[in-house]
């Protein structure tokens, strides 16, 4: 059971480059989400998903997209990186119950420096 | 909004004293609250939870209890080992989890 499968793990990037960071679960989730993680700031929902086609924004979505056409993915787009977008970024996954997330997943992270 | 306060940390401990990290809320109605820990290269694991007012959650020493009077979930263990240095994350169910800022708590031999 690989629960939540994050690629790349590292991945370095000039200002201006655009990339794509993948997420895949295996445990029928409906909810996925990208958290970005920085130092003496915890971590900040980006983009969150309840199901197939369906996405939102969080606290700081400028910069990146999303898109969810299937339940197993949610990758996260980086349209053109810039030096504040270093940071480590995390995909999380969960059922959805009557108050929302039961238990969060996380993957392993992505460790992202734009130069 | 909704949203969740911890303490600032670093923190650090020697070995068999006792943790208190604290955790208060502000939230429209009675979210779930949890508690979630980082170790060193990992990404964050669920540690504990609950559900509704007067709960216990605990796992591995730790525990917490949802105090709706005060809106905290302080998180305690009584007697810290050296592989419970980490990073430690408070936060709150508003339909998406809200995070704290982490408390790094570092545990010496």
């Known amino acids: 059971n690989a629960g939540v499968t994050q690629t790349p793990k590292f991945q370095v990037l000039k200002t201006g480059q655009s990339m794509t960071l993948q997420c895949a679960q295996d445990m029928n989730h409906e909810y996925m989400s990208w958290y970005r993680q920085d130092p003496g700031m915890g971590l900040r929902l980006i983009h969150y998903?309840?199901?197939?086609?369906?996405?939102d924004q969080g606290e700081v979505p400028n910069g990146y997209n999303v898109s969810r056409s299937t339940t197993e993915d949610f990758p996260l787009r980086l349209l053109s990186a810039a030096p504040s977008q270093t940071s480590v970024y995390f995909c999380a996954s969960s059922r959805l119950r009557g108050q929302g997330v039961e238990k969060l997943f996380f993957g392993s992270g992505t460790q992202l420096s734009v130069l | 909004g909704n949203s969740v306060t911890q303490m600032e940390g670093p923190v650090t401990l020697s070995e068999e004293a006792f943790l208190t990290i604290n955790c208060t809320y502000t939230a429209t109605g009675y979210p779930s609250l949890f508690w979630y820990v980082q170790y060193p290269g990992e990404g964050l694991q669920l540690l504990l939870k609950?559900?509704?007012?007067?709960d216990k959650g605990s796992n591995k020493g730790f525990e917490a209890t949802y105090r709706k009077e005060t809106t905290s979930f302080h998180l305690e263990k009584g007697s810290v080992q050296v592989s419970d240095s980490a990073v430690y994350f408070c936060a709150l169910n508003d339909y998406k989890l809200s995070f704290g800022a982490g408390t790094t708590v570092t545990v010496r031999a």
């Open positions: 998903s309840v199901g197939a086609g369906i996405t």
């Open positions: 609950a559900t509704k007012a007067d």
